[in-house]
């Protein structure tokens, strides 16, 4: 198998165009035509990481945090992000990064957060924004479900729970050909007038390519009108951080335990409790502070995540419990999803979780 095609199942579980813009996700190192010996499966590809990937014959290394994340103008060794793409290159190894693909993904890190803690009715807390178009199209009645169906099937027409979503309407189409035109409907030179049908479509954007060659493949048309629009609507169904419920309420200091024993914190910072029981709580694996006034919006009586400052933790403004859980410990769960992923996928091929432990912060 090359290491291309383990990318494609890859970019299935999470595509690349759900990364935020400031990612440096895909491949980082490597052949992508390379054949693959076996997969590794880490949280940060660091140089110990690619030791054990070598001494367990695998070439392919899957991590979730990028190890290549700014601008780098030379590779000597002389810090820890030099030493493992010099180790890399230097015996084949390819390094491909998911992050905030994965992130912003409805099955992805905020929704293991949530299922390792068993919260239900989750929803995405911050929807991405700017990510859905809509298409617009003419045809004749014949041609219609021809053209509903291949749209449907490149991706076009999934709003939330619900696919094979459109909007159709009635109309009289008008067009006269010149001396170039070969007409389906109607003679060069002459100007018809035909029964259309208007068809409208959403998609979410790194999906226009794949949907035009479906409307231009099966539209019956010599020249296919369409329009394209930017829309506003956030995506519910893509977007950073989770919220959800328990079944059960619990108190301020109980619910703390639980997290910890449930995501294997070593420690807690968590802000002044409120005397309120906790029962809806929302999550953001790995940095979040930007997220606590969603948190707070989205009516949580609690917020998980990691990184916070000192005076951040002021903005719970007496609203809701927040907790620093840890930055690993948050997202703790999420190589093990990426292995189990592509066991699914791939059958009878070597896909291994790193037994290395790359958390770089240390408990008393």
Known sequence: MKIKEIITVLEEMAPLAYAEDFDNVGLLVGDSNAEST??????????????????KKCNLVVCFH????????????????????LKAIKNDIA????????????QGVNKIFCDALGLTNTKVLIPKNNFIKKLITYTVPDNA?????????AGAGTIGNYDNCSFNSNGIGTYKGNENSDPVIG????????????????????????????????????EVAYEI??????????????????????????????????????????S??????????????????????????????????????????????????????????????TKNYIVDYLRKKILNFAIILSEENTNPVKYL
Request: one cysteine or more; charged letters at 30%.
């Open 66 to 85: 990028p190890i290549l994340f700014s601008g780098i103008k030379k590779i000597t060794g002389k810090n820890y992000v030099e030493r493992a793409i």
């Open 272 to 333: 002044d409790f409120l005397g309120k029981k906790i029962k809806k709580v929302a999550v953001l694996g790995g940095s979040g502070s930007f997220a606590i006034k969603n948190a707070i919006m989205a009516g949580a009586d609690a917020f998980l995540t990691a990184d916070l400052k000192y005076h951040q933790f002021y903005e719970a403004e007496n609203k809701l419990l927040l907790a620093d859980i840890g930055h690993f410990e948050s997202e703790r769960y």
């Open 187 to 222: 003679k060069r030179h002459e100007l018809t007038e035909t029964n259309e049908i208007k068809i409208e479509v959403t998609f979410e954007k790194h999906l226009q390519s794949k949907i035009l060659k479906a409307l231009f493949a099966n539209h019956i048309y010599e």
């Open 95 to 106: 390094i491909y990064a998911v992050h905030t693909a994965l992130d912003n993904h409805s």
């Open 229 to 270: 629009y930017d829309l506003q609507n956030a995506h519910q169904n893509i977007g950073l951080g989770m919220i959800g419920e328990f079944e059960n309420e619990m108190d301020e200091k109980d619910f703390l335990l639980f997290v910890r024993d449930k995501m294997v914190a070593d420690g807690i910072r968590y």
């Open 145 to 153: 479900d021809k053209v509903r169906n291949a749209l449907f099937e």
């Open 38 to 55: 076996g997969v590794l499966v880490c949280h940060d590809a660091l140089e110990n990481v690619i030791e054990e990937a070598i001494s």
